[in-house]
């Protein structure tokens, strides 16, 4: 699949487009989102967890100072944020390795300071200010994460 790119004007609006991405995403992936402060990264992050059914948007904080967070127990998320990390060091002792051997969602903010050999499949996302309140969106899903458009739901918007 091609990059697909989308424009939103509001956080409601990112927002709904991370539960249509969560409602398509099955572990085991791992979802790269770059973009600056304020692009929208966590904001899009909240709706995938709810859609993935792991925890309510508002329980959906930044990671930033904790650098992990972990939601759901059938649906395993993690939230990571590589903002503040430093160097490699602190990339060892947040455990990412052992993230990937669960059956899991993992969602990395500021993927640019990772350098990580996996076999999992990734999505790509992109998002970048576009002017006042519009972001852009690009995904990228070269691994077919979330599957051919109108291949079903793996999760029904209305199926608990
Ligand atoms: P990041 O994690 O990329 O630093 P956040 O999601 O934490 O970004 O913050 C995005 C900020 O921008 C929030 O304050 C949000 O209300 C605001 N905002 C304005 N328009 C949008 C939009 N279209 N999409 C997402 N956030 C938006
Ligand atoms: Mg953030």
Do not use: C, N
Not at 25 to 39: F, R, Y
Not at 107 to 124: A, C, H, N, R, S
């Amino acid at each position: 699949m091609a990059s697909r790119e989308v424009l939103t004007h509001s956080s409601d609006e990112t927002l709904q487009r991370g539960r249509e991405i969560g409602e398509r995403l099955k572990p085991p992936a791992l979802v790269l989102l770059s973009g600056e402060l304020g692009a929208g990264k966590t904001t899009l992050t909240k709706g995938i967890v709810s859609a993935l059914g792991a925890a309510e948007e508002d329980q959906v904080t930044s990671p930033t100072f904790t650098l992990v967070h972990k939601y759901g127990h059938g649906a395993v998320v993690y939230h990571v944020d590589l903002y503040r990390v430093g160097d490699f060091h602190d990339l060892e002792t947040l455990g990412l390795e052992d993230f990937l051997t669960e059956l899991a969602i993992v969602i990395v903010e500021w993927p640019e300071k990772l350098t990580l050999q996996t076999d999992w499949p990734v999505l790509g996302i992109q998002m970048e200010h576009a002017g006042g309140d519009t972001r852009r969106i690009t995904i990228r899903d070269e691994a077919g994460v979330l599957g051919a458009a109108g291949a079903g739901p793996q999760r029904g918007a209305t199926s608990p």
